[in-house]
């Protein structure tokens, strides 16, 4: 459900410009089977030629521990329960929700799409929101705009493709770079913008494009950008970019997962 075609040509643009330099895209297949169902899933791996050469497969056993032993940037599953124990241990992590209709992918240029609160940044601002409503929220934000927001479960993983796209920067390969970012958020440019942005500035984070929806339907804006996946923390939005062919992720971090658990 997720384009290694991509990741694998990241990988070998890399490794052009880098071949002595071992920090790429390494792709850990994880699975709660016993290990007698090793041979069934090389074989699928060789059939669909992909290049996953390392392999997890714990018995029934939580993977979480080995998340930690392998340094895993970015854990994602089809069951919120493990990712759900991956976010409480502090690993970048999100449930995958397949697509409702096939949309053509870039195979030479990885595409990935984050919402703001609660995954890139922390829930704070939300709870404003839900607590509050949005008037506090554009007040708070607006005195509180040179205050950096706290870190969020998947600002570790931005920061990750971001080293990897300095190294195609030092190469002078900035309008070629295979990996680009994009912040796709429901806050408003005038009223609660500027704290985003400054907020990636103060970390020393790009984010290639960033789009701000004033509570606009996020589906359509996927649609035109076409990543290869979009985080969020609320199934709302994540229901919406299923519909119309995105892959989607759920981050299961922050205030919204209380108001979602009880409605």
């Keep these: ?54 392999f997890c497969m714990t018995g029934g056993k939580s993977p979480v521990g080995y998340l930690t032993a392998y340094l895993t940037n970015l854990y994602l599953s089809a069951d919120s329960e493990k990712v759900q124990e991956a976010i409480e241990a502090g690993i970048a992590s999100a449930t995958m929700f397949t697509a409702n209709k096939d949309v053509a992918y870039s195979d030479t240029q990885l595409r ?45 993983f931005l920061e990750d493709l971001g080293k990897l796209q300095k190294k195609f920067y030092a190469k002078n390969e900035r309008l070629n770079c295979p990996i680009r970012t994009f912040l796709v958020t429901a806050r408003s440019a005038a009223s609660s913008g500027a704290r985003v942005l400054k907020t990636l500035r103060s970390w020393g984070l790009e984010i290639d494009e960033a789009l701000f929806l004033a509570g606009a339907p996020k589906g359509p804006i996927l649609v035109k950008i076409r ?18 062919g995105t892959v989607a992720a759920h981050v299961p971090y922050g205030v919204a997962q209380k108001y979602h658990k009880s409605a």
């Design 227 to 244: 990543p290869h996946i979009f985080f969020d923390d609320q199934m709302f939005h994540i229901e919406g970019a299923q519909k119309l």
């Design 112 to 156: 990935v799409a984050f919402d703001g609160d609660a995954v890139l940044f922390s829930d704070e601002s939300e709870q404003i929101v839900k607590e509050q409503g949005l008037d506090r929220f554009f007040e708070h934000e607006q005195l509180n705009e040179n205050k950096p927001l706290a870190q969020g479960p998947l600002k570790g």
């Design 1 to 54: 459900i997720f384009n290694l075609q991509a990741l694998e040509h990241v990988n070998a643009r890399l490794l052009e410009l880098y071949p002595d330099d071992e920090e790429r895209f390494d792709i850990v297949l994880m699975t709660n089977n016993h290990a007698q169902v090793g041979v069934r899933l090389i074989n699928s791996i060789n059939h669909y030629g992909l290049t996953i050469e390392r």
